[in-house]
């Protein structure tokens, strides 16, 4: 199975919603926590280690750039 990046969700929007509301009333611990199980019971769901680590390592990439890009905002 390859890691799929393009949208599963007939509805994306509410699918974001549906994490967004999950947050909602946590403090960041709760909310830290709730990741935590999300992404295990979701690991665990797709229970191919091989996509799971393509995942992982897309997770990393983008957050790399994303905190890049942030330095360079901070620079101008």
Known sequence: MALSTSSNFAKP????RAIV?????????QSADL???L???????IGDLDVLKEAIALAAQRM???S???AQQQQQ
């Open 21 to 29: 509301e999950a947050h909602r009333g946590l403090n960041d611990e």
């Open 13 to 16: 929007d509410d699918a974001f």
């Open 35 to 37: 990741d935590a199980a």
């Open 39 to 45: 992404v295990l019971i979701l690991a665990n769901h």
């Open 64 to 66: 790399l750039g994303a």
């Open 68 to 70: 890049q890009q942030q």
